[in-house]
């Protein structure tokens, strides 16, 4: 039986800045150790990484570039802790796509409560709500969840490579299945 206290998804505020960035460069050691490069992987999430996120995620939501969400978890002293979080916006390069997931990450102690389905539809209502039809998202080929992708009804439509990184184009044609 899981004990862990119940999730409130919300809108993020600039205050949810350093717990996004402690998710995100945490998340990524959580799921990229062993699958990307060590040394990139430590750039990406070394205590100064952690900081310069924060700050790019405060300009992200005072600016409304993205759309962002969180997932809080109260503990039992009252504390609110952001364990999980997501992002969409305009679609950068998917042709014929309106929007893009941009980031969903979370803590590994959190992963199958629900909340990632929670937030990929809390940012599909979001982005249906500013007129988007459809949304899509890169994840990295050999990802994990490239597979809860497809399962939350996104397919396959072509892939790219930066440098030893491919990434697969994962596309839902329709956010009404999501929202719905």
């Known amino acids: 039986m899981d004990k862990s206290p119940p999730a409130t998804i919300r809108a993020a505020t ?7 960035a402690a998710v995100h460069t945490q998340s990524w050691r959580e799921t990229y150790t062993g ?3 060590a040394a990139f992987l430590e750039r990406m999430t070394n205590p100064a990484a952690r900081e310069r996120r ?7 939501i005072e600016r409304q570039l993205e759309q962002v969400f969180v997932a809080e978890q ?7 802790e952001v364990v999980a979080f ?27 409560q629900g909340l990632g389905k929670a937030l990929l539809q ?3 209502k979001a982005a249906g709500a500013g ?15 490239r597979g809860w992708y497809a399962a939350q009804g996104a397919r396959e439509a072509g892939a790219k490579t930066d440098g030893d990184l491919q990434e697969i184009r994962m596309v839902w044609d329709d956010l009404a299945g999501l929202v719905g």
Request: aromatic share 8%; charged share 15%; no cysteine.
């Open 131 to 145: 007129g988007a039809k459809n949304m899509a998202l890169w994840v990295l080929a050999q990802n994990p969840t």
């Open 14 to 20: 600039p205050a949810d800045a350093a717990g996004i």
């Open 35 to 37: 699958l990307i490069d």
């Open 122 to 124: 809390a940012v599909a």
């Open 86 to 112: 997501a992002s969409v916006g305009p679609a950068r390069d998917h042709a014929d796509y309106d929007s893009e997931l941009m980031t969903l990450y979370s803590f590994r102690r959190v992963q199958g």
């Open 54 to 60: 924060a700050a790019s995620w405060v300009q992200t």
């Open 74 to 80: 109260i503990d039992h002293l009252g504390r609110g």
